[in-house]
């Protein structure tokens, strides 16, 4: 559910980038790739998180708001800020799976893309399939609990 709207925020992000580049070249646009983090919208939200949701998410764990903001004020004023902001391995990976037409940062960032995409996308595979095992289990608990 939240990939979609997710998709939609990096692309505009991607248009605003080239929007601004010659009427405003020393406005950065970032686009962050936070982990869930341990607020209380995320304990509220928690309370209402299907099962299914909760066993998806669980893996990454919770992040701490604090960390999470100083990393993402400490990137937005670097003197050459990167367009993706991440802050762990997962936020990491899904930023260069996702590169497509997106801005580039630095030399080391293209080469990590050109490179790795390929195992990246091997890794993806699995996680992908890792994710529909555990939605087809809940739904066979589900059906089985409604006597189907």
């Not at 990491?92 to 195992?119: E, R, T």
Request: hydrophobic share 40%.
């Amino acid at each position: 559910l939240t990939s979609k709207p997710k998709c939609a925020i990096r692309g505009f992000a991607e248009c605003m980038c080239y929007e601004l580049l010659t009427s405003k070249p020393n406005l950065h646009i970032q686009v962050a790739y936070p982990a869930d983090t341990k607020t209380p919208g995320y304990e509220e939200e928690s309370k209402m998180m299907p099962p299914i949701t909760k066993a998806l998410s669980e893996t990454a764990g919770l992040a701490d708001p604090a960390d999470t903001g100083r990393a993402m004020v400490h990137a937005a004023f670097q003197s050459h800020p990167k367009f993706a902001v991440y802050f762990n391995i997962d936020g990491w990976a899904l930023s260069n799976l996702s590169a497509g037409f997106g801005p580039v940062s630095n030399l080391s960032d293209a080469m990590v893309q050109i490179s790795l995409l390929p195992l990246f996308r091997w890794i993806a595979l699995f996680v992908q399939n890792d994710f529909y095992n555990t939605i087809r289990r809940f739904a066979k608990k589900d059906k089985t609990q409604k006597g189907d």
